[in-house]
């Protein structure tokens, strides 16, 4: 007689392996272990968490703040994001670095006891080659890849970035304009933290991905800033400073006054324009002195990146 089904047991176990394989699949979770500090600063850091990418150094007083349940809970559903934003950021970089990465030590700092947590939600070392985040797992994840991206062009580069325009401008540039960041993409690039109005919602929206786009929200905050938009606002200047932009300072614009979105939005013109070679070969010229360069002085480019910002909003259907 003709078999035509299996055995109860049989059909169970191979649903178990079914539903298993699925739930791996959707995780994509590799294993991370928690393991004791025995080096330097144990009893501020006592614990630790190696990936590929990074050495986390947990503080213990972080711990006690959100408790273990909510402190783990946050760090673990990072790090596959993490490690995957990493790499990307590596990728983008690939022939301007070494091939061979070490891994950046991060320390979380979510009390604020660094001095710099006050203006700041991360920042990289680069004296002690090392990132610190500051006030939680959300900002974490919106600070992150650019802090690793410093690391990269500033500590393993051969030609490290200088000045502000450079170092900023390129950290933005890779983590908004070439790479997924998917850290920052699962928080909505801080929107919601930082009360944004709707107009900017439905400037950045992505209807496919349900999120905000951070190409959009560049090209956008760009063409808003080359049209006058942030003067008289407070905003965070490349010069590593919360500046307001005058009048003056807008008829008379210089590197270290740019906001991110307009370093980022130049390099990536920069790049356009000349390719890759010519801008990352030359990442650690004074901005002041891009003549030198490009043929052309600061001011002429920054028009010439205006123009092409607005074309670019036209392209990825951006009005206002």
């Not at 690391?151 to 502000?164: D, I, K, V």
């Not at 933005?172 to 933290?193: H, Q």
């Not at 590593?240 to 370093?263: F, G, Q």
Request: glycine content about 8%.
């Amino acid at each position: 007689m003709r078999k035509t089904g299996m055995r109860r047991s049989t059909l169970l176990l191979l649903c178990a392996v079914l539903i298993s394989m699925l739930v791996c699949g959707c995780t994509g979770s590799k294993e991370y272990k928690k393991t004791k500090n025995l080096g330097p600063h144990a009893d501020e850091y006592p614990y630790l968490v190696k990936t590929e990418s990074a050495t986390w150094y947990l503080a213990k007083a972080d711990i006690e703040l959100l408790g273990e349940d909510e402190f783990y809970e946050g760090l673990y559903a990072m790090l596959d994001d993490a490690e995957a934003d990493m790499q990307d950021a590596r990728d983008a970089l690939k022939g301007y670095i070494p091939d061979e990465i070490a891994p950046i030590d991060i320390y979380t700092d979510f009390c604020g006891k660094a001095g710099i947590a006050a203006s700041a939600n991360a920042y990289y070392n680069g004296i002690g080659n090392f990132i610190k985040l500051f006030n939680g797992w959300k900002i974490a994840r919106i600070s992150l890849q650019h802090e690793y991206v410093h690391y990269l062009t500033m500590h393993c580069a051969q030609n490290p970035t200088q000045f502000g325009f450079w170092a900023e401008g390129t950290a933005e540039y890779v983590t908004n304009f070439i790479c997924k960041n998917r850290l920052a993409r699962s928080e909505n690039m801080g929107f919601e933290i930082a009360g944004y109005p709707q107009v900017m919602w439905d400037l950045s929206w992505n209807e496919e991905e349900n999120c905000i786009d951070p190409l959009k929200l560049y090209y956008g905050l760009g063409a808003i800033a080359a049209n006058g938009g942030l003067v008289g606002v407070r905003y965070y200047a490349v010069m590593n400073e919360t500046i307001v932009r005058t009048d003056e300072m807008e008829k008379n614009l210089k590197p270290s006054e740019l906001s991110l979105c307009e370093a980022s939005g130049m390099i990536a013109y920069l790049v356009d324009t000349y390719g890759r070679d010519r801008v990352f070969a030359n990442w650690n010229v004074d901005p002041n002195t891009m003549e030198t360069v490009f043929g052309k002085p600061f001011s002429e480019i920054y028009r010439e990146w205006a123009a092409w910002n607005v074309e670019q909003c036209r392209i990825m259907g951006i009005q206002f």
